[in-house]
């Protein structure tokens, strides 16, 4: 039973195109997150739900839109992709500000 | 603001000998502290955390750490490497265990036979 799941796993698109990446929890957690990791392999904060409403936004383009349909589910959109959105998406979910499980990733590279 | 520094962004050690991962932190709060481990093309795992209880703390794999506030650190030490610890290893501290991770460079750990 996987815990925190993403999909897909892989992602390779065109500069330019628009392009979504789904997570969802089976825990029943009731805040969910989104880390960028970088070719570097340095990963940073991107956003966090807690039941659907947007608790942390760090300095992100605009290009990019999470959407939370439900406590289970927090989406990443991406608009316009550039080269330097290239990098692995890992989303994580917690519950009462307990500690963090993470998904298995998803590595997009843009051409 | 908060942040962590590792000290070493590859280590390389023999099987059988001590592994030592160094992790400095900075918070103007009393801090929650993190160690993952990332093995390749996979997501992160925690191995222990660090939330002002015991500054001992051991986590999975035989893994454990000290929090040492006079000194802000937070190492990762195993007493005997397996070749099965080779992976990416990653400090992190936040103002709460749910809140977001500020994660260091990450320190890749190899293991020799």
């Known amino acids: 039973d996987t815990a925190v799941s993403q999909t897909p796993k892989y992602l390779v698109t065109q500069m330019g195109n628009d392009k979504s990446i789904k997570c969802e929890q089976n825990?029943?957690?009731?805040?969910m997150y989104w880390y960028k990791q970088d070719s570097k392999k340095f990963l940073k904060i991107m956003f966090s739900y807690n039941n659907k409403e947007l608790i942390i936004n760090e300095t992100v383009p605009n290009r990019f839109s999470p959407k939370s349909p439900d406590k289970a589910h927090l989406n990443l959109h991406i608009n316009s992709l550039e080269l330097g959105d290239s990098a692995v998406y890992f989303c994580a979910s917690s519950q009462e500000g307990r500690q963090q499980f993470f998904g298995p990733g998803t590595r997009l590279t843009v051409l | 603001a908060q942040s962590v520094t590792q000290l070493g962004s590859h280590v390389s050690v023999s099987e059988g000998a001590l592994v030592l991962l160094r992790c400095n932190y900075s918070?103007?709060?009393?801090?929650?502290l993190f160690w993952y481990v990332q093995y390749p093309n996979q997501g992160l795992q925690l191995l222990l955390k660090y939330t002002s209880a015991a500054t001992l703390v051991k986590g999975i794999n035989g893994f454990e750490a000290e929090f040492k506030k006079s000194e802000t650190s937070f190492h990762l030490t195993k007493p005997s490497a397996h070749m099965s610890d080779a992976a990416e290893y990653f400090c992190?501290?936040?103002?709460?265990?749910?809140?977001?991770?500020?994660f260091g460079q990450g320190t890749e750990l190899s293991v020799k036979p």
């Open positions: 992190a501290v936040s103002e709460g265990q749910g809140g977001k991770l500020i």
């Open positions: 825990l029943g957690h009731d805040t």
């Open positions: 918070s103007s709060v009393p801090p929650y």
